[in-house]
């Protein structure tokens, strides 16, 4: 397994999870990073680890928070249908870190698809078919991707990648780690706009 290599001056470190709606709305906030001149890592941080397998239902959403919620999806062009149950998203996020490292050209239209099968198309992202379907329509390996599930490699990337976000002080999702400095929630794209590293370059 490939361990975490960065160097904080020109790399962000994103922590996301497929169930959080703030994560959702986060996709747009990455790529002002990119655009400032920023690597930017997406790794896997599941909000919710007690979740049973299976899920739990939900109410649909309403009240002040939602309502913003709502509002952000709208001004970056999201749609957003707010889920009935909140799925146990650790294998879905496995699944997204494995192809991040081993088809690492899948893996932005990867993890579109599991965000949108959460908040958009209703879909259980705990279902291995679910899961199945949407790699294999990015052109990944699914043969591989079972697999490195099956043994515990894939889920084994995703505590890693936890493991260093908690020694960044991350408890929740989204973050971001910017020059050393934790992001931590949803915050105005205009905080985004003002960051810049020194001097760009990749380091991944």
């Known amino acids: 397994m490939s361990e975490i290599y960065y160097d904080e001056r020109y790399t962000v470190l994103h922590w996301y999870d497929f169930v959080c709606p703030f994560s959702y709305i986060g996709q747009a906030r990455t790529p002002l990073l990119a655009e400032a001149g920023f690597n930017v890592v997406e790794l896997p941080f599941q909000a919710h680890p007690a979740m049973p397998r299976g899920g739990l239902p939900v109410r649909p959403g309403y009240g002040s928070r939602h309502t913003a919620i709502e509002r952000e ?14 799925p146990h998203s650790r294998r879905a996020l496995a699944a997204a870190e494995w192809v991040r490292r081993h088809q690492f050209d899948a893996f932005d239209d990867v993890r579109r698809a599991l965000f949108d099968a959460h908040f958009v198309r209703g879909e259980d992202i705990d279902d291995p078919a679910v899961i199945d379907r949407h790699v294999g329509m990015a052109g990944v390996d699914v043969g591989r991707l079972r697999a490195a599930l099956a043994d515990g490699s894939a889920v084994a990337a995703v505590a890693q990648a936890e ?28 905080a985004f706009r003002r960051l810049a590293p020194a ?6």
């Open 163 to 190: 493991w260093v976000g908690r020694q960044a002080g991350v408890d929740g999702t989204p973050a971001w780690m910017v020059d050393g400095r934790p992001i931590i929630g949803l915050q105005p794209a205009e």
């Open 199 to 204: 001097t760009a370059r990749a380091c991944w």
């Open 73 to 86: 999806a709208e001004a970056v062009g999201f749609e957003l249908r707010w889920p009935r149950r909140i």
